[in-house]
């Protein structure tokens, strides 16, 4: 498995956390992997075989060859049939809502064809491009003209949206809406709308994936000496409420998730 990031032009790096491939060869014994929450979106291209999106313990959709992921509220499986090889884009939360004029919130937990977003001329030609490319920088080259060009034609996030995303970043998603709006309460429900218009979910909720990132990298990289201190470092009320966040975005426990194979991929994009 050969996973590598890549990082934006300067005029993007605001907007994109990073580009990342992701290349695996085919395996006669194609596996589960489990895909959880990460506060999110990106924008995706399947290069190699066909992946499946689980929609149930049998049921599954084959994830469109060129897509954007909306925020993930819920844990998912996918598997590949073969092949895997993919470039993606990761936007910051309020990263993709500079691009597009449709509520973010109704690319949640789906993926979307770049072409019912953009137009078909417009996406199957990107799809096209990147597809021809013949290297990781040609493909970084095509998608950071298309996302310059796009950027120029829509409106900006709203500033209360972006200082409140990066609020809660900066504060590992321990920040309360009440603190970050101290000085003008009254612009709550505003802020809550527009947050599920451009970020896809409520504050409160992308405070709890934030915070339990800070958590499962800590995790990951034995930085916590147990799950008390991990508990308290991340300002959970106790290890019973860590456990109980943990379980919600991942549907295991934290001790299941270092030894479940399943979850290689999400270990591999945490860390």
């Not at 590949?80 to 809502?97: K, L, M, S």
């Not at 597009?100 to 977003?117: D, G, M, Q, R, Y």
């Not at 409140?164 to 603190?179: C, F, N, P, R, Y």
Request: glycine share 6%; net charge negative; hydrophobic share 35%.
């Amino acid at each position: 498995m050969n996973y590598q990031t890549y990082s934006p032009n300067p005029d993007l790096k605001s907007i994109v956390s990073c580009y990342w491939t992701l290349e695996v060869p085919a395996m006669e014994e194609t596996q589960r992997q489990r895909i959880v929450p990460d506060g999110n979106i990106e924008m995706a291209f399947i290069l190699g075989d066909d992946v499946k999106r689980y929609t149930s313990e049998n049921d599954f959709l084959i994830q469109p060859r060129a897509m954007v992921l909306g925020q993930i509220t819920d844990p998912f499986y996918i598997e590949p049939t073969g092949y895997v090889n993919t470039f993606a884009i990761r936007f910051y939360p309020y990263g993709f809502a500079n691009f597009v004029s449709v509520p973010i919130k109704s690319l949640a937990n789906t993926e979307t064809p770049i072409h019912e977003l953009f137009g078909d001329e417009v996406g199957n030609l990107l799809e096209k491009q990147m597809i021809q490319a013949s290297n990781v920088e040609e493909r970084i080259s095509v998608i950071e003209e298309f996302l310059l060009t796009k950027l120029q034609e829509q409106n900006t996030v709203d500033q209360i949206v972006k200082t409140t995303v990066d609020a809660l970043a900066s504060s590992k998603g321990t920040s309360t809406i009440g603190t970050i709006l101290k000085e003008d309460p009254g612009k709550r429900r505003q802020l809550e709308r527009k947050f599920v218009q451009q970020i896809g979910i409520s504050p409160k909720q992308l405070g709890k994936v934030i915070r339990l990132q800070s958590a499962l990298k800590m995790l990951l990289n034995d930085e916590g000496e147990n799950l008390t201190n991990i508990a308290y470092e991340n300002e959970y009320y106790d290890q019973a409420h860590f456990i109980k966040d943990f379980k919600e975005f991942t549907g295991v426990s934290p001790k299941e998730f270092l030894n479940n194979q399943n979850l290689t991929l999400s270990s591999i994009f945490y860390k």
